[in-house]
């Protein structure tokens, strides 16, 4: 046997003559291969000054005196002013320092370490916390990686776009009429009873509150139809009544505007708001109409009135 088995350094021969060559050749061989690192993975042309003691693993398409001759994957050594090809062997690791990735040697490439972890789940992601081993990114399907906490998806990421599935939302509307609930002043919490959405069931559709799950910034919509209106009605408003502050859209003289339908008078009003919240602050909506009698009706059926929020950010 003149090379050992695995990598393939040069061994001494009985009575052989200049030993120290041959003993040489296998420590130089071995200042290469042990602790493994490459300047790069990707150069593909031959450096014409190299350093001694340079390493590269040869892609395709490598050029050069020496590099085109050797094997896609090889390593490239140099050192004495020569260079020297050597096979890698099925499990070896390298990492390589332009990129500072991690490689190992599959058995005909080389391969990124990470790039054949396993798919995960949310409740085991494939990239996880060492003391938190539910929270990490794992692969929900093909270009759709997701990202877990507590076991559960919070965010999915594909080309056909970009969900939260445990983001704070509600929608909301009035199924029926109450009559009689403004007019003369005399504010009214309106109570949206039909849920249509409530992620995380943060809404209260028996009081129409909202209750702030997490400190955030929250996006707040309303669209608000009252009939019952006439000409004596000279203000309403419809406010955003949150735990730390009450933000008003207010309309003057609705009574000069509003639409005849039937012989009632119907108008409709809504707005959008932006409120910040601290985790267990409260939001509802209070509508108020002045200058007449307490005759305003509040309008449902589903499709009349409604109310809805999402945390932004």
Known sequence: MSDTTR???????????????THNEAILTLDGLVQLAAKSATTTAQPSSPSDG????????????DWGAYSNGAIAH???????????????????QDTKIL???DGSAWQRVLANASDGSAST?????????DNGLYRIGTNNPGMAAGGSLVQSWSTLGNTQPLQPAFYAARSADVANVTGNGTG??????????????????????????????????SVVRLSNFSSSFNQAYIQLQTTARAIQSFIGNPGAMFETNSGLGIFGFGSSWIAPMTAG?????????????????????????????????
């Not at 949206?192 to 509150?209: K, M, Q």
Request: charge should be negative; aromatic fraction near 18%; hydrophobic fraction near 45%.
């Open 7 to 21: 990598l393939q350094l040069p061994l001494l021969a009985a009575a052989q003559a200049q030993k120290h060559v």
């Open 54 to 65: 340079d390493l590269y693993l040869l892609p395709a398409g490598k050029t050069g005196a």
């Open 78 to 96: 140099y050192y004495d002013g020569v260079w020297h090809q050597y096979a890698p062997g099925t499990g070896w690791m390298c990492f390589v």
């Open 103 to 105: 490689y190992f040697y």
């Open 125 to 133: 992601p494939a990239f996880a916390f060492s003391a938190d081993a």
């Open 188 to 221: 009214y919490s309106a109570v949206f009873d039909s849920e249509i959405l409530d992620r995380g069931n943060n809404y209260n559709n028996t009081t129409g509150v909202f209750t702030a799950p997490v400190t955030g910034v929250y996006l707040f919509n």
């Open 281 to 313: 602050d409260t939001a509802y909506i209070f509508v108020n109409v002045k200058g007449g009698s307490k005759v305003i009706t509040f309008a449902g059926n589903g499709a009349y009135s409604c109310f809805s929020g999402i945390l932004l950010a």
